[in-house]
């Protein structure tokens, strides 16, 4: 299914394809405080709508993971990585309006002692 999505704001705004059955609720220092619920898509499923110069980046840690957020509104509605299989993309199901996120199994992951 394809969902469009955005910060709150609209500076940011996305397409992505996907069949959500669940979300990752992440309990990293990041995620603890950011709120959002996780999907993880191949990276070529998203589509960006609005100018890559919107996008505001945080990278920690290892730097492995492209935390995007919108430095207007500061909402964060994806983040980039690299998956076992390619480039992922890690969508904030929280930013998809069109989402049911009761429909989804939230599956807790422990990613503070990763």
Known sequence: MRYEGSCHCGKIAFEVEGDFAEAIDCNC???RRRGG?????????????TSEANLSTYEFNRHVIKHHFCSHCGIAP????????GPMAAINLRCLPEFDIEAVKIVKYDG???
């Open 29 to 31: 220092s990041m995620c």
């Open 37 to 49: 619920l996780l999907a993880f898509v191949p990276r070529d499923s998203l589509s960006l709508k």
């Open 78 to 85: 994806f983040g980039e990585g690299a998956g076992p299989n």
């Open 112 to 114: 503070l002692s990763v």
